[in-house]
Nanobody
Framework: QVQLVESGGGLVQPGGSLRLSCAAS????????MGWYRQAPGKQRDWVAL???????TYADSLKGRFTISRDNAKNTVYLQMNSLKPEDTAVYYC???????????????WGQGTQVTVSS
């Protein structure tokens, strides 16, 4: 069973930084795109950023310049560096990944369990 486990969330003051990690484990042959979403209380889950296997990154327009997504293919891990954090960034952050379990298997989309990020003074 493929699992994605996020870490790095917590409480941070406005203007601070956090780095989230999401590690994939299990029967993995290859991983395609990996991404981050977030869900604030009472709101829908919103897309944050995506990175392809080749390292091409795209971001939600409102987050460009503050958030950076990266990945380490050798570690099956995706990261989200968040700078200049604002109270409105408070949310549960989820990662996902397109994972193929073997050479001929299709990719399936897996999600992590989420990590809480709270920006408050």
């Amino acid at each position: 069973q493929v699992q994605l486990v996020e870490s790095g969330g917590g409480l941070v003051q406005p203007g601070g930084s956090l780095r989230l990690s999401c590690a994939a484990s299990g029967p993995i042959f290859s991983i395609g795109a990996m991404g981050w979403y977030r869900q604030a209380p009472g709101k829908q889950r919103d897309w944050v950023a995506l990175i392809t296997r080749a390292g091409n990154a795209t971001y939600a327009d409102s987050l460009k310049g503050r958030f950076t997504i990266s990945r380490d293919n050798a570690k099956n891990t995706v990261y989200l560096q968040m700078n200049s954090l604002k109270p409105e960034d408070t949310a549960v952050y989820y990662c996902n990944a397109e994972v193929a379990g073997s050479l001929l298997a299709p990719e399936f989309l897996y999600w992590g369990q989420g990590t809480q990020v709270t920006v408050s003074s």
